[in-house]
């Protein structure tokens, strides 16, 4: 069942980062013309940055084609928001900062001595799945065989995963409530782990973990994907996820785009791939007017919002940009895609979550 596990914690920071308030109503061009379309982009595909990229690790059976949430370390630490040590100065876009590393972001103060693991040094990470198939996915210049060492101190041994050398340190989807992973925040997420120099990967089990190192077709191939993230563009945060049951939309997507510095206006992404026509219409006739983020009107947070359509790969994905108002909520579209805001506007008509949470982390 989609939704279970120690997410909802992190859905919840997110959540609580709504907040802000503004003049009624929306001040520059609301895009709809109708239909809630201002006309169709054509894209070639690689437009999405270091999401493809990291899209193009992960297997096209893995857990990553029901749930991926990414983040780029890299770029938070290229505008001082965060160094290797840890948080910067700035606190306006923290709350997006541990985005794609799961528990990893949660605990990372706590992680980095023991384990060799240090968040805020990574380049990018990418948490994937719906419990139990989840893993975590840490890249950039890694101290594989520190890690290896620490990670051994902690009582891990020797394990193949996925062909590859990896450790293990307990069975796999077990817990040890006493062990080392609790004390550090965790519950399994460290079950098994594979680190390279470039690279980490750890789950609570070896077939997820297997299925996040690479090779073979990849999540980049899957046409549905891809053009989900030709639609979010250039993000620094993103989440990617199918419906909590069948319905009118194959894929979700939202996202922020990057800041070229802290002083931007925070802009959101929201893509729907439809799976039936009238989602699409559904989606851009609604958004505007009814969209609102915890019981709040769009109008409260929002400067703009622009609609139009992305053509990839033969998919076509409906989106919405939102320019934030500086004292708005920079992960507002993730809050609709969390709150389940976003699948009521698109597709009313598909069967709500039956535990009422729809974000699924490791």
């Excluded at 931007?264 to 799976?275: F, I, M, N, T, Y």
């Amino acid at each position: 069942m989609r939704g279970l596990g120690w997410a909802v914690v992190m859905a919840g920071l997110v959540l609580a980062g709504c907040g802000g308030s503004g003049d009624a109503g929306l001040t520059g061009a609301v895009e709809t013309g109708g239909t809630g379309r201002t006309g169709a982009v054509e894209t070639g595909g690689g437009s999405a940055g270091g999401l493809r990229q990291v899209m193009a690790h992960l297997g096209a059976g893995s857990p990553a084609a029901d749930y991926l949430d990414y983040g780029d370390m890299a770029h938070w630490r290229s505008l001082g928001v965060v160094t290797e040590d840890g948080p910067g100065q700035d606190r306006r876009w923290l709350s997006a900062v541990g985005s794609g590393f799961g528990d990893f972001g949660l605990n990372a103060s706590r992680l980095a001595e023991p384990t060799g693991i240090n968040v805020f040094a990574a380049d990018r990470g990418v948490s994937v799945g719906t419990p139990p198939r989840t893993a975590i996915r840490i890249e950039g210049r890694l101290d594989s065989a520190g890690i290896r060492a620490k990670l051994t101190a902690l009582g891990a041994r020797p394990r193949t995963i996925g062909g590859q050398e990896g450790l293990s340190m307990a069975d796999d989807n077990a817990i040890d409530m006493k062990g080392p992973q609790t004390r550090l925040g965790l519950i399994n997420q460290l079950n098994q782990v594979v680190v390279t120099d470039s690279a980490l990967v750890s789950g609570a089990a070896a077939a997820p973990v297997a299925a996040t190192l690479g090779g073979g077709p990849s999540l980049a191939d899957s046409p549905d994907h891809a053009a989900v993230a030709d639609c979010l563009g250039d993000v620094v945060t993103a989440v990617v996820m199918a419906p909590p049951q069948p319905g009118g939309v194959t894929l979700y997507g939202v996202g922020l785009r990057r800041p070229a510095g802290t002083t931007d206006r925070a802009v959101d992404v929201v893509c729907v791939l439809p799976r039936v026509a009238e989602v699409g219409r559904t989606f851009a006739e609604r958004f505007t007017v009814a969209a609102k983020a915890g019981g709040r009107p769009l109008s409260d947070l929002v400067e703009t919002v622009t609609h139009d359509e992305v053509r990839s790969g033969g998919r076509t994905a409906h989106r919405a940009t939102l320019t934030i108002k500086p004292d708005g909520p920079i992960m507002l579209s993730h809050q609709l895609l969390f709150r389940n805001e976003l699948a009521a506007l698109a597709d009313p008509s598909a069967p709500a979550d039956p535990l009422g949470i729809v974000r699924p982390t490791p």
